[in-house]
Protein backbone atom coordinates (compact mmCIF):
# COMPACT_ATOMS: atom_id res chain seq x y z
CA UNK A 1 0.00 0.00 0.00
CA UNK A 2 1.08 3.73 -0.46
CA UNK A 3 2.06 5.85 2.11
CA UNK A 4 1.97 9.36 2.70
CA UNK A 5 4.27 10.97 5.07
CA UNK A 6 3.44 14.53 6.68
CA UNK A 7 5.45 17.11 7.91
CA UNK A 8 6.71 16.23 11.53
CA UNK A 9 5.14 19.12 13.24
CA UNK A 10 2.03 17.41 12.23
CA UNK A 11 3.10 13.63 14.15
CA UNK A 12 1.76 15.76 17.29
CA UNK A 13 -1.75 16.49 15.85
CA UNK A 14 -2.06 12.92 14.86
CA UNK A 15 -0.32 11.02 17.58
CA UNK A 16 1.35 9.01 15.52
CA UNK A 17 3.96 7.90 13.07
CA UNK A 18 4.78 11.09 10.08
CA UNK A 19 3.84 7.90 7.77
CA UNK A 20 0.64 6.84 7.17
CA UNK A 21 -0.31 3.65 5.61
CA UNK A 22 -3.37 4.13 3.11
CA UNK A 23 -4.97 1.82 0.76
CA UNK A 24 -5.52 4.30 -2.08
CA UNK A 25 -4.92 4.49 -6.17
CA UNK A 26 -4.45 7.98 -6.24
CA UNK A 27 -3.12 11.06 -4.74
CA UNK A 28 -6.47 12.87 -4.13
CA UNK A 29 -7.75 9.72 -2.78
CA UNK A 30 -4.43 9.24 -0.35
CA UNK A 31 -4.96 12.72 1.42
CA UNK A 32 -8.54 12.11 1.75
CA UNK A 33 -8.23 8.66 3.51
CA UNK A 34 -5.40 10.67 5.64
CA UNK A 35 -8.08 13.18 6.39
CA UNK A 36 -10.71 10.80 6.73
CA UNK A 37 -8.67 9.08 9.47
CA UNK A 38 -6.80 12.06 10.84
CA UNK A 39 -9.73 14.71 10.67
CA UNK A 40 -7.45 17.48 12.47
CA UNK A 41 -5.55 17.38 9.46
CA UNK A 42 -8.53 18.47 7.20
CA UNK A 43 -8.11 22.13 7.35
CA UNK A 44 -4.60 21.44 6.98
CA UNK A 45 -4.29 19.56 3.72
CA UNK A 46 -8.05 20.61 1.88
CA UNK A 47 -8.80 24.35 1.65
CA UNK A 48 -12.37 23.08 0.54
CA UNK A 49 -13.55 19.08 -0.06
CA UNK A 50 -11.69 18.06 -2.74
CA UNK A 51 -9.08 20.81 -3.12
CA UNK A 52 -5.63 20.73 -1.96
CA UNK A 53 -4.54 23.91 0.05
CA UNK A 54 -2.88 26.32 -1.74
CA UNK A 55 -0.22 26.34 0.89
CA UNK A 56 0.76 23.07 0.44
CA UNK A 57 3.24 21.21 -2.27
CA UNK A 58 2.20 17.46 -2.91
CA UNK A 59 4.84 15.22 -3.86
CA UNK A 60 5.02 11.22 -5.43
CA UNK A 61 8.62 9.79 -4.48
CA UNK A 62 9.97 13.03 -4.43
CA UNK A 63 8.21 14.53 -7.91
CA UNK A 64 5.75 17.85 -7.38
CA UNK A 65 2.52 16.91 -8.53
CA UNK A 66 1.02 20.04 -10.29
CA UNK A 67 -2.49 21.10 -8.53
CA UNK A 68 -4.41 19.87 -11.68
CA UNK A 69 -2.52 16.56 -11.76
CA UNK A 70 -3.48 15.38 -8.08
CA UNK A 71 -6.65 14.13 -9.08
CA UNK A 72 -5.22 12.04 -11.64
CA UNK A 73 -1.80 10.93 -10.29
CA UNK A 74 -1.64 7.39 -10.00
CA UNK A 75 -0.11 5.61 -6.90
CA UNK A 76 1.21 2.08 -7.03
CA UNK A 77 1.50 0.11 -3.58
CA UNK A 78 5.29 0.82 -2.84
CA UNK A 79 5.22 4.68 -3.17
CA UNK A 80 5.33 7.90 -1.17
CA UNK A 81 2.94 10.49 -0.81
CA UNK A 82 5.02 13.59 0.78
CA UNK A 83 2.80 16.42 1.58
CA UNK A 84 5.13 19.72 2.16
CA UNK A 85 4.01 22.81 3.48
CA UNK A 86 4.89 25.56 1.17
CA UNK A 87 7.85 27.97 1.57
CA UNK A 88 7.05 32.09 1.88
CA UNK A 89 9.24 34.79 2.28
CA UNK A 90 12.25 36.89 0.43
Do not use: C, H, K, Y
Amino acid sequence: MPNVQVPDAWGTVIGETTVVEVEATTVLSALEILTNRFPALRGRVFSTPGVVASWLNVAVDGAIVGRADIPRTLLTADQTVLVVPALAGG
